[in-house]
């Protein structure tokens, strides 16, 4: 969960305009430039490491989610657990 945070956190920073051409508040090119490409490898890492992780448990896509889960996704949650022999 951390990560797809810090991802978001990432994506969130980097705005149109932000590729070397314009500049920031500073009017310094060379220091967006920096940015950008820092900003970059940092998504590129985060890509890379969420890629190579195994995936998450069936119950994440539901308990992520929901703080209460819903009764219509808790059967569904089950009906999944039965036919896949109890496994999540």
């Given at each position: 969960m951390a990560d797809r945070?810090?991802?978001?956190?990432?994506?969130?920073l980097v705005t149109p305009g932000c590729?070397?051409?314009?500049?920031g508040p500073d009017g310094d090119a060379d220091a967006d430039t920096a940015l950008h490409q820092?900003?970059?490898?940092?998504?590129?890492?985060?890509v890379h490491a969420v890629e190579a992780?195994?995936?998450?448990?069936?119950?994440?896509?539901?308990?992520?989610?929901?703080?209460?889960?819903?009764?219509?996704?808790?059967?569904?949650?089950?009906?999944i657990r039965r036919i896949r022999g109890g496994g999540g």
């Amino acid at each position: 969960m951390a990560d797809r945070l810090a991802l978001f956190l990432l994506l969130a920073l980097v705005t149109p305009g932000c590729d070397g051409e314009s500049t920031g508040p500073d009017g310094d090119a060379d220091a967006d430039t920096a940015l950008h490409q820092e900003l970059d490898d940092a998504i590129t890492e985060a890509v890379h490491a969420v890629e190579a992780a195994p995936p998450p448990p069936l119950d994440a896509l539901f308990t992520d989610v929901y703080e209460e889960m819903p009764w219509h996704l808790r059967e569904e949650l089950e009906d999944i657990r039965r036919i896949r022999g109890g496994g999540g």
